[in-house]
């Protein structure tokens, strides 16, 4: 008896041990609560994007801080990682993220590059991906598939709002010249911009590709003037659109040709500053100023808390992480292919008015808009950068861009 005893005794202890391990391990592990709802943003948060980067981050905070961080009654936990601009960091942090925390929905942007790449693993994952790159290739019916959502306009839908309301404006401009960014986007951008400048009649007489992470925009600049274009297109984003933008100020091309930036907003707007700015044209998402509801809203809040104005970037994350928020209330759930049925189709105000995520390919089908920069005289306040002089809707449609969804969800049926 006193054997049985004692083994009995050291069953336990080893019983109590190992269920002591198992739970320190799911805790480190970052086990899931039964009332948790994890959402991640992992974006460019140090590299050549980190001032947009950090405008998302805020925006998302701050729809989570308006919801009260929960939804059906449950915990939202954000998690935020950092991809430093750059693919293999993006992937690495999206699997570290999935592994360790299990997020019900991740979002990210930046750079279509590290996109692409994070778009594999979110179908690898089965994770729930808003998407803020805005390369064609993301919307690529052979790259797209259905765990990813996007409201950023694309290549497709930038070039063509901003060069067409452009040239509307500008009809005596025949000869386009562009500085590239030589990555997907920035080519991406010129060629659809090419195709559409060519449509209307015009030219393109030269472009310059120039590395991402470029410093000195001297020698593109030089180029440019040497070609004498009627228009100069920067297709640069990020840190390195302030450099292009203001060297082009400094090198008196104003004086000789208009430019149009199509991919730009407030935060670029800022790095750049209103005496280079004075008079360039400007593909907007959005713009704070915008006359409708949701604007409005969000504008003040985005205020009070930070005490400057939003970015484009920020209202993106901030809408992507409230309707995907009202689509877990909506069919009361959590499960990313019940989100997905429920995000499909969805028609809301948003900030640029009345917006519908598109069923057959994610795209948030809303108007992209033109602004022209001020005069340092004519600004009201610090943020007051641009005249919205034009809008646009312009997207692929079915016909140009036929995306099949590999995976099939029960609501395929209603």
């Known amino acids: 008896m006193k054997t049985t005893g004692w083994k009995s005794f050291v069953i336990m202890i080893v019983s109590v041990f190992c269920l002591a391990m198992i739970?320190?391990?799911?805790?480190?592990?970052?086990?899931?609560?039964?009332?948790?709802?994890?959402?991640?943003?992992i974006d460019d948060l140090s590299g050549p994007s980190a001032d947009v980067g950090e405008d998302g981050r805020k925006g998302k905070i701050l729809a989570l801080e308006e919801v009260g961080y929960k939804v059906l009654g449950k915990k939202i936990r954000l998690v935020i990682r950092d991809t430093e601009l750059k693919a293999d960091v993006g992937v690495r942090r999206f699997r570290e993220v999935?592994?360790?925390?299990?997020?019900?929905?991740?979002?990210?942007?930046?750079?279509?590059?590290?996109?692409?790449?994070m778009m594999k693993v979110a179908n690898e994952t089965k994770t729930l991906f808003w998407s803020q790159g805005w390369g064609d290739a993301i919307t690529d019916a052979k790259n797209v598939h259905r765990y990813v959502f996007r409201w950023d306009g694309t290549d497709y839908s930038r070039a063509g709002a901003s060069l067409t309301a452009f040239i509307k404006i500008n009809p005596e401009a025949k000869t386009y010249f562009h500085i590239t960014s030589d990555y997907v986007w920035g080519r991406g951008l010129f060629k659809v911009g090419k195709q559409v400048i060519e449509k209307a009649g015009k030219k393109v007489i030269g472009n310059t590709l120039t590395p991402l992470r470029e410093t000195d925009y001297s020698g593109a600049i030089t180029k440019a003037l040497a070609a004498k274009p009627d228009v100069l297109v920067l297709n640069v984003f990020g840190a390195p659109l302030h450099k292009v933008a203001r060297t082009a100020h400094e090198f008196g091309l104003k004086k000789r040709s208009k430019i149009l930036m199509p991919g730009s907003g407030l935060t670029m707007f800022r790095g750049i500053g209103s005496e280079a700015l004075e008079g360039m044209?400007?593909?907007?998402?959005?713009?704070?100023?915008?006359?409708?509801?949701?604007?409005?809203k969000f504008t003040s809040n985005f205020r009070k808390k930070h005490k400057r104005n939003p970015s484009f970037y920020a209202v993106c994350h901030y809408v992507s992480t409230l309707i995907t928020i009202q689509a877990m209330e909506r069919c009361g759930s959590t499960n990313v292919n019940d989100v997905i049925c429920a995000l499909e189709g969805y028609e809301y105000d948003g900030p640029t008015g009345k917006e519908k995520v598109r069923a057959f390919d994610h795209q948030v089908i809303r108007l992209l808009f033109v602004g022209v920069g001020k005069s340092p005289k004519e600004k009201k306040y610090d943020d007051d950068y641009?005249?919205?002089?034009?809008?646009?809707?312009?997207?692929?449609?079915?016909?140009?861009?036929?995306?099949?969804?590999?995976?099939?969800?029960?609501c395929d049926k209603k």
């Open 23 to 41: 739970f320190n391990f799911a805790a480190r592990s970052g086990a899931i609560a039964a009332d948790e709802v994890v959402f991640a943003f």
């Open 98 to 117: 999935v592994e360790k925390d299990h997020p019900v929905m991740v979002a990210g942007g930046c750079n279509t590059g590290v996109q692409l790449a």
């Open 281 to 296: 044209y400007a593909g907007l998402d959005w713009w704070h100023t915008l006359d409708n509801e949701f604007t409005r």
């Open 386 to 410: 641009v005249n919205v002089v034009s809008s646009a809707r312009v997207y692929k449609t079915y016909e140009q861009n036929p995306v099949v969804w590999k995976l099939k969800l029960p």
